[in-house]
């Protein structure tokens, strides 16, 4: 709000002005918050169909939203959250978990990058939508290197905090970053690890797609998704 104040009083407007631009980001973090919400927990609800999450996590509404990721993910939300009280102000507590967010989303790029290369190798007779010219692999290592390089450079430059906002000694705070990278990093893999077979939904909720990415039409099964 400081910047549209300062934007509005430039031209003369006054202060009404930045209050109405206020009124109007209200209204669209509203809507923004609505898809950060759901949007996580759907994609993670989406591994129950391999057996990946236990059916304590199934239960949804009769919306077919997932309410009891939705509880688990305002728990985790919540202990996130309690960085504000340990950090030196309020700026940096926000640049953190925004910086962890990007690094966590430039990791999966790097794994997606990675997993390219790899598949054309791996599997090069497979037809595809799209096929990065310039022979046979060439083309893919220079594509997918690129981005493996720039990811990277995202994932380190986030390490490193800014000079405009108040923060722990650099050391600690690159410790604090690379252990909250590592910890938002174990769960898909204990959750690989103690997965069990009668975890599995055979039946997904309608409004979901199977693995293959049709929808599924099984009504069978020992394992359905618990609703109301």
Known sequence: MQAFQDFFTRLGLGIWATKVMAALVGLGTLALISTWMLGPSEGVYAAEGSGEL????????????????????????????????????????????????????????????????????????????YRIPVGEYLGMWVIAGMGTLGSLFGLILGLFPPSGIAHWPTPVYVLVMLLGIAICSVPPFLADIFKKPSWRITHPDPVLLDISGEPS???????????V
Do not use: C
């Open 217 to 227: 039409g099984d009504t069978t099964g020992s394992a359905p998704r618990t609703s």
């Open 54 to 129: 236990p059916p304590e996590l199934h239960y949804v509404n009769k919306r077919h939203v997932p309410v009891a990721m939705l509880l688990a993910q305002g728990v985790l939300g919540t202990l996130f959250a309690l960085l504000y009280l340990f950090v030196p102000g309020v700026s940096t507590g926000y640049w953190m978990l925004t910086a962890l967010t990007t690094q966590l989303t430039v990791l999966m790029y790097i794994m997606m990058f990675s997993a390219a290369i790899r598949l054309r190798y791996t599997e090069p007779g497979t037809s595809r939508p």
